[in-house]
């Protein structure tokens, strides 16, 4: 591909020259006096200054975001780990941390695997030890299935608590 350079240099000097002009003209108006009056130009500064800040407002309501169409109400979220009974579906993995000998090994497993359909699942659970099973057998009546809801199964093994 060629370009004609020919036509480029005297495009390059017409624009020069109309900036030139441009600045000579914007110094002379600087030096030019002011035709209203001081209190005409207080009064349109107060104006202009109650405008903007009327347009800011109403640019920062629209910017506010709507409220998410969140799940907020889970009618098992006791058994999240705050109650007696612990969904093995939803419940993180630190919800074990009050039942001795689950929690890390049997818990961790418990979470990295599943869905469960029911609780006697678990007793599936590839390379679970019979120390664990034991364990989990001492704690079975405290444990409940329910369908694993997205909100809560993302942070089954790491929920961002640090202590």
Request: no cysteine; glycine share 8%.
């Amino acid at each position: 591909m060629t370009h004609d350079l020919s036509m480029t240099a005297p495009r390059l000097v017409t624009g020069i020259s109309s900036l030139k002009r441009a600045a000579k003209a914007g110094s002379a108006a600087a030096f030019a006096p002011n035709a209203q009056p001081a209190a005409q130009t207080a009064l349109n500064a107060e104006a202009d200054r109650r405008a903007f800040l009327g347009a800011a407002a109403a640019f920062g309501a629209a910017a506010i975001p709507m409220a998410a169409n969140a799940k907020v109400d889970y009618e098992s979220v006791g058994q999240l780990g705050g109650g007696s009974i612990i969904d093995l579906n939803n419940a993180n993995v630190r919800a074990y941390l009050r039942l001795q000998g689950m929690y890390p090994g049997a818990a961790g497993k418990i979470v990295t695997h599943g869905p469960y359909k029911s609780v006697s699942d678990v007793y599936n659970i590839p390379g679970l030890t019979s120390a664990e099973k034991e364990v989990i057998k001492k704690y079975e009546s405290r444990f409940s299935v329910n369908a694993p809801a997205p909100e809560y199964v993302i942070d089954r093994i790491n929920n961002g608590l640090y202590r």
